[in-house]
């Protein structure tokens, strides 16, 4: 998940849940208000019923006339239920019904005086009042239909607030975190540019002093001390390859003299033979790391060329051939191929060189019989390329660390090398987007099999 999501959806979470908590407050608190308020009703009804029993005269007959007429049933339901001290019934606005009650209620009022029950339905707010010198229950329930709807509504009014605050703030906190972070995403799309060839590229920097800029001038810092190693490096590579080929090449040129014009003991010549191979192959090798550091894989595509694979093949078996006039190679085409196969890839040839001369020298020094033999396969989209020989194979222990740099398997003891080709043989197929595998079809059998991408 990206930084700006991470920011937008704890931004989001956050605020929902404060605003969540506020809302419920509201929503208790309301419902608080509520109670308290038909709770004072309650205790205003029956001040005005005490009043009026107090007043009275004749209760049984100027009762219903006082309550007909002062009436709250359409805000409240209300009824009225007064017993007198012998806890007998002596009035009640129900009419045309049973009336019952809760004798238990009234036996409470003895010792609390006044009870108040919300949790009923209706609620009921029950009071013992000593009038004229004579004790009174008055019971009272009301159902708060008003009051109720009001906490209805407002409940259904705060999930719609809820609901649509926390779109709101998830859609601004993404959009808003887009313009915030919109530098960080160019200063990201600024160093992702920058590779081993362009270290002296600057990200632009704005004049401020939030932490981006500061991220930006840090990074630009960064740049220019990592060239200056970069280049160090390369400037020592170079000097260094270019001072080794001029003595190896004269080391080359007085070997094959020797071996030509002078008169040795057999042993002699073997040795001399023995020498100039070593001298090729550090020649090679010097020649391989040469090329390798002009080249990345972010630069390499820019000097692509098409390149026919088979033609890359016998330049490198002739250049193999020259120190290893024993190698033989069985060239074959699968008769498999498509109908436009034409066998062109899109790469450097010198590299591509580098690579077949490295698995046609192994077949010369590691094989048996000094062969090897190729099969390319294409189709539509790829190249298949099989390099076989026959001898020592590696083991499954070795064959995961195969092209790693200095690795020599057990089949190279008493074999002069490096531990140096199979690793840029690697290397220079990653370039070209290819893959190379080992595999041991058999018990004497090598085999590399590289897929090219057309």
Known sequence: ??????????????????????????????????????????????????????????????????????????LLNETILIFNGDKELIYSTIKDQK??????????????????????????????????????????????????????????????????????IGFFSYYFMGKFLQPLEDLNKEI????????????????????????????????????????????FTASASHEIRTPITRMAFQLENLIKFGEHSPQTVSSLKQMLKDVYQLSDLTNSLMLLTKFDKENIQSIYEEVRIDEVIFESFETVKKSYSELKMDFLISENNEENAFLTINGVPSLLTIVFINLLKNAAVYSDNAEAKILITETDTQIFIQ??????????????????????????????????????????????????????????QNEFSIVFNK
């Open 1 to 74: 998940m990206s930084l700006k999501r991470k920011i937008a959806l704890t931004l989001s979470v956050s605020f929902s849940l404060l605003f969540g908590v506020v809302l419920i407050i509201i929503y208790i608190s309301f419902n608080d208000f509520r109670r308290e308020e038909f709770k004072e009703r309650f205790v205003r009804r029956l001040g005005f019923t005490t009043n009026f029993i107090s007043k009275s005269k004749n209760f049984e007959q100027e009762a219903p006339i006082f309550f007909n007429e002062n009436s709250d049933n359409f």
């Open 99 to 168: 009336v019952t009650w809760d004798k238990n209620l009234l036996t409470e009022l003895d010792q609390k005086k006044d009870i108040y029950t919300e949790e009923s339905i209706p609620e009921v707010y029950a009071s013992l009042k000593k009038i004229n010198g004579e004790n009174y229950y008055i019971l009272t329930s009301a159902y708060d239909t008003n009051g109720k709807s009001k906490l209805e509504y407002l409940k259904y009014l705060l999930i719609t607030a809820f609901i649509t605050c926390t779109l709101l």
């Open 192 to 235: 992702s540019e920058v590779t081993a060839h362009k270290l002296t590229t600057q990200i632009p920097v704005e004049q401020s002093n939030d932490e981006i800029s500061i991220l930006a001038q840090s990074f630009n810092t960064m740049i220019v001390r990592l060239n200056d190693v970069f280049q160090s490096q390369k400037d």
């Open 387 to 444: 390099v076989n020989s026959e001898g020592k194979t590696i083991s499954k222990e070795e064959q995961p660390k195969l092209f790693e740099a200095f690795m020599r398997g057990n089949n190279s003891q008493n074999i002069s090398g490096s531990g140096l080709g199979l690793r840029i043989v690697k290397r220079i197929l990653e370039y070209h987007g290819a893959d190379i595998t080992y595999t041991s079809p058999s018990d004497n």
